[in-house]
């Protein structure tokens, strides 16, 4: 199906470990971007790439990373998780007209 | 930095129609956006408006620009229970594929 899907939908994980969330687009958007949604913040964003190999930061980068060897995935790693980076993580692509960005449903992150 | 806010909750009665505020401090916004986030589920595009309008209608919504106040409204006319949900508005510039600031979310909540 064509769309953008983000996996896991649910993760809770332990301080210190490290995780990665997954997202997937089928469309070949250039654009993707990863915000993360918390109450009183709205959504944010964490990371952000233009291309396959080219990745810039956004507000919120830091205890991220990310990478795009492939177009269409665009994963994020939290390389020691944190209790702050409890979130609700929103992936999301746009096309080069960059009119509409789309977004995956969301990864309920939960670290304990 | 770019900041947008709104207010965090808003209460109507069906029927009746509903106005969510946004303001916003980047003066070179390009455009403007209205997403809906139901519960559990990702963030669904409404409508957009472009800088150099004022006004944009589409079915029952419509949305004002007033880009001298940096102010953006967005009306729902003939408010239904399915509208209830948080809406945020949220501003790009052009260029960066459209990296987007959010504002806070708006909780709409319609009573019969």
């Known amino acids: 199906d064509a769309g953008i899907t983000q996996s896991p939908r649910y993760k809770i994980t332990e301080t210190g470990r490290q995780v990665t969330l997954m997202c997937h687009q089928t469309?070949?958007?250039?654009?993707m971007f990863w915000y993360r949604q918390d109450l009183g913040h709205g959504l944010r964003l964490i990371y952000y790439?233009?291309?396959?190999?080219?990745?810039d930061k956004g507000e919120v980068p830091d205890g991220y990373v990310v990478s795009r060897s492939k177009t269409e995935n665009f994963p994020l790693t939290l390389e020691s998780a944190t209790r702050s980076q409890t979130s609700v993580y929103f992936c999301?692509?746009?096309?080069?007209?960059?009119?509409?960005?789309?977004f995956g449903q969301g990864t309920r992150l939960t670290v304990v | 930095g770019e900041d947008v806010e709104q207010s965090l909750f808003l209460s109507v009665r069906e029927g009746d129609s509903s106005v969510i505020n946004c303001t916003y401090t980047?003066?070179?916004?390009?455009?403007l956006y209205w997403y809906k986030q139901e519960p559990g589920a990702g963030l669904q595009l409404l409508t957009y408006?472009?800088?150099?309008?004022d006004m944009k209608q589409d079915q029952r919504l419509t949305v004002l620009l007033n880009k001298k106040d940096k102010h953006l409204s967005l009306r729902i006319a003939d408010t239904q229970t399915g509208d209830s949900a948080i809406y945020f508005c949220?501003?790009?510039?052009?260029?960066?594929?459209?990296?987007?600031?959010f504002g806070t979310g708006t909780q709409l909540k319609v009573e019969l």
């Open positions: 949220a501003e790009s510039s052009r260029g960066g594929g459209n990296k987007l600031t």
């Open positions: 980047d003066s070179s916004s390009t455009y």
């Open positions: 999301a692509s746009t096309d080069l007209w960059e009119t509409e960005a789309f």
């Open positions: 790439s233009a291309a396959a190999d080219i990745t």
């Open positions: 408006i472009f800088s150099n309008m």
């Open positions: 469309w070949s958007h250039s654009y």
